[in-house]
């Protein structure tokens, strides 16, 4: 029986010209310049003075280096020579062989009534349990390569990080180059990691004696995919099974080679090319999918690994590449916004403005390519490497308030990519319009799981971002580009209210932002009806806009939406929930983004005081998630109390690690990425305001323990 795997491929390859002339992929030097505020700030040492320093590698994160679409996680040596981290990219996808007799179209899913009706759902198949876990972990995403040093003691046995010493790591934040330096015996070495900002291109330049006496060299080795990872590791790929992929080199001229991996239907090229390293790249006896570079009689080694998903007919050199990055990141930093807090009284400025300049540059890093990112980012596997669309507001939503439209513009195409297919899946649920996926991959299938299909408050983040675009760019074009995205997703919004009673109801069946009710009973949840009104009332607002009238079906569901539903004086999570402030206070206290994510439609605000309070109070913080703290955060600041939101943001539940790696807390893995956007869209929130501010700033305490000083950033709504 044939099985059936796929590879997705999403990148766009350039020439090499372009590699070392244009602008970083992470930030184009070619974007129009943010407005400023008085007061100019020195941009550079910002940055600068929040530079990672490590003197040994962490086991569980790495520093990275990478343009947002491939990222290369280093340990100390400043390659992967102990730590097997990954080098992950937004385009190489893997699938598993299909079970035996089984294709994707012999799915059902799980038919449910939906007031009355039976509608089916992607939810785990009971007759076909192999095939519904297959459809959940495939494709899955993989590791690309590991790339490292083979170190040789003086006696000629390998060397461990252990018999390192003056061990010594600077990630410099302004070029986006990591400087790693140690001696081994007596003998120094220096390491320069860099990534080209417009080709999947890794670097590395090493100067020491041992490259002359062969006690130094350079190896790249290849695993398996690993299919089943659903919760993230610090490494990802299986070593142990060589003969389930292959990999061929080819020589390509003294200083130039390629190696084809394939695993399965999945294949990607490496293009190499070297100075030093004599003897060439040579296959390691007894390790098939394991290469070296090394030999020579100079002290210097460099090379280029230019990963693409078909061979690249060149390859830039390293200094090449170093100083592409050299120049891009320098521009990705003096554009969009910037905040300084370096005049502050409070002790935990300096915190605060670390964990901002650092977030900027890992979610550079990890989330600005072509596919929206996984809740870790390229730094590691979570949920098999796919994408959640309902945390895409996190990851991406910060974007615009930074004034950083190249890497928002790159990943909201995924919305027009996926419109045919969720306007498929909405209509074969009996809705009009289109229904956006929850856990999905490039190629836009739904994920089976109960919370999966029926998560409902991904539905109104186009529109949101849409929003977020045209305040910036107000013009005719912004229209049309969102035009079709913002109407289908309105169009299911509108339809999937049911009228019940003279009024319109959301659910059941449905799962809130929490994930913690059962969804067959749950009905009018808070969150969710609050951002059908915002969703469709901007909806309607763009109509207006292209000189259309409004649309009768919006209106009449706005006008018959449902209240927001209150108890004992405070809004609940959904409408009749019982048990409210003692089994519904985990997970994401959803109740305080009525106001602060969301700009308030319909919030009664003493109503809203009083349950924010409550949320203070009682909420069970072990619980949390990451951008948990950044919602109170901006609820706080919204509500006048700014010393509450500056705390929120440096909870003890919500750290950040030495390099900058939001911790994923009890219930997550590290990292947790969306709590780094969400940082992001806050302290812009709490810096610039939001629609209605009267003053500068006004998301920080106004005594005199807070000096902010920012400039470029964008109002938020």
């Known amino acids: 029986m044939a099985v059936s795997r796929r590879t997705f491929v999403r990148t766009g390859m350039t020439g090499v010209a372009a590699a070392v002339t244009v602008g970083l992929r992470v930030g184009d030097a070619a974007a129009q310049p943010s407005p400023r505020r008085p007061g100019g700030i020195d941009r550079r040492a910002l940055v600068s003075r929040h530079d990672v320093v490590r003197t040994a590698s962490d086991p569980k994160t790495p520093l990275q280096v990478g343009n ?60 076909r349990p192999a095939l519904s876990e297959w459809l959940r972990a495939n494709p899955h995403r993989i590791n690309l390569a590991r790339i490292g040093l083979r170190l040789l003691r003086a006696d000629g046995t390998e060397a461990v990080e252990a018999d390192l010493s003056d061990c010594h790591q600077r990630l410099d934040l302004w070029t986006g180059t990591l400087h790693s330096r140690f001696t081994l015996d007596g003998s120094p070495v220096t390491v320069r990691t860099s990534c080209c900002p417009d080709l999947d291109a890794i670097a590395v330049r090493i100067d020491s004696p041992m490259v002359a006496d062969g006690r130094l060299a350079v190896f790249i080795d290849f695993p398996y995919a690993n299919g089943a990872e659903k919760f993230s590791a610090p490494f990802v790929g299986v070593w142990d099974r060589p003969d389930a992929h292959t990999t061929r080199l080819r020589t390509r001229g003294p200083r ?48 280029t690994f230019l990963f693409a998903p078909r ?16 120049r891009a990141w320098p521009a990705f930093w003096r554009s969009g916004g910037a905040l300084d807090l370096s005049g502050s009284t409070d002790p935990r400025w300096r915190e605060l403005e670390r964990r901002v300049v650092l977030s900027q540059y890992l979610l550079a890093v990890n989330e600005a ?143 809130l932002v929490s994930e913690n009710s059962d969804p067959k009973v749950t009905v009018n949840g808070a969150f969710e009806l609050s951002y059908w009104r915002f969703g469709l009332r901007l909806a309607q607002r763009w109509r207006e806009r292209l000189g259309r009238p409004a649309d009768p079906g919006w209106e009449r569901v706005l006008d018959g939406l449902s209240p927001l539903p209150v108890q004992d004086g405070v809004y609940v999570v959904y409408e009749g929930v019982r048990g409210m402030w003692t089994e519904y206070i985990f997970d994401h206290p959803s109740l305080v983004g009525l106001y602060g994510w969301l700009p308030g439609h319909d919030v009664d ?43 929120f943001l440096l909870h003890d539940k919500f750290g950040f690690d030495d390099a900058g790696m939001p911790l994923g807390g009890s219930r997550v893995a590290t990292p947790y990425f969306p709590g780094a956007g969400g940082l992001l869209y806050a302290v812009a929130l709490m810096a610039a305001g939001w629609d209605g501010a009267g003053k500068d700033a006004p998301g920080f305490p106004s005594d005199g323990r807070w000096r902010v000083r920012w400039e470029g950033l964008g109002r938020a709504l």
Request: aromatic share 12%.
């Open 68 to 127: 947002g679409q491939l990222a290369f996680g280093a340990d100390v040596t400043g390659l992967q020579t102990f730590l097997p981290f990954g080098t992950l990219s937004d385009w190489g996808w893997h699938s598993d062989a299909l079970p035996d007799g089984q294709t994707p179209s012999d799915f059902a899913g799980q038919v449910w009534d939906t007031h009355g009706r039976p509608v089916r759902y992607d939810i785990p198949d009971p007759e």
């Open 256 to 303: 130039r080679a390629d190696i084809t991996h394939e695993l399965d239907d999945t294949r990607y090229d490496v293009g190499l090319v070297w100075r030093g390293g004599g003897s060439g790249l040579v296959r390691v006896a007894g390790h098939p999918h394991r290469y070296l570079l090394g030999g020579g009689t100079g002290t210097r080694l460099e090379a």
């Open 311 to 326: 061979p690249t007919p060149q390859v830039p050199d390293a200094a090449a590449v170093e100083a592409a990055g050299a």
């Open 369 to 511: 390519g072509s596919t929206p990112p996984q809740e870790s980012g390229l730094v590691n596997n979570g949920w098999y490497g796919k994408f959640h669309m309902e945390m895409y507001w996190w990851h991406a939503a910060h974007y615009a308030l930074w004034n950083r439209w190249p890497q928002l513009d790159r990943g909201v195409g995924v919305y027009r990519s996926f419109l045919d297919s969720s306007r498929e899946r909405a209509r074969r649920q009996g809705y009009q319009g289109a229904r956006w996926p929850k856990m999905t991959d490039p190629g836009g299938r739904q994920s089976p799981g109960e919370i999966n299909a029926l998560l409902l408050w991904q539905q109104p983040h186009p529109i949101f971002l849409a929003e977020l675009d045209y305040r910036a760019h107000p013009t005719r074009a912004t229209l049309d580009k969102w035009r079709d995205v913002v109407f289908a997703t309105a169009d299911f919004m509108a339809s999937y209210a049911f009228e019940d009673a003279g009024r319109q109801v959301l659910g059941p069946p449905m799962h």
């Open 605 to 647: 605000l003493d109503i809203m005081r009083a349950t924010a309070h409550k949320v203070w109070q009682v909420w069970a913080w072990d619980a949390a998630w990451g951008w948990d703290f950044p919602m109170l955060a901006m609820n706080a600041a919204r509500m006048g109390e700014p010393d509450r939101a500056v705390d």
